[in-house]
Nanobody
């Protein structure tokens, strides 16, 4: 299973970005997809997740600024990020949990998001 991410970049404080991720491969079906991030010197942390049933969860630091959406039929997930701040600067990773097998997980290579004036 491969996860292809897109949409990172440089944005000014208060700006917006949209991250997208598409999964491809064989013998998989989305159980849950999510976005994590990792800033330099910090541990990777959950940003937002969505299940195949459309149930979402967000990290507290999102505070209503980000919206995750996904499609279990096409195995895609997006993250709309508004009101970005310098502390949101990190590498953002797409994650997929496979419904076919127990504890079968995949990660994308990551996309850099930099918030700076």
């Amino acid at each position: 299973v491969q996860l292809a991410e897109s949409g990172g970049g440089l944005v000014q404080p208060g700006g917006s970005l949209r991250l997208s991720c598409a999964a491809s491969g064989v013998m998989f079906k989305m159980k849950r997809m999510a976005w994590y991030r990792q800033a330099p010197g910090k541990a990777r942390e959950l940003v937002a997740g969505i299940t195949s049933d459309g149930i979402t969860n967000y990290a507290e630091f999102v505070q209503g600024r980000f919206t995750i959406s996904g499609d279990g039929a096409t195995n895609t997930v997006s993250l709309q990020m508004n009101g970005l701040q310098p502390e949101d600067t990190a590498v953002y990773y797409c994650y997929l949990e496979n419904a076919y097998y127990v504890e079968d997980e995949y990660w994308g290579q990551g996309t850099q998001v930099t918030v700076s004036s």
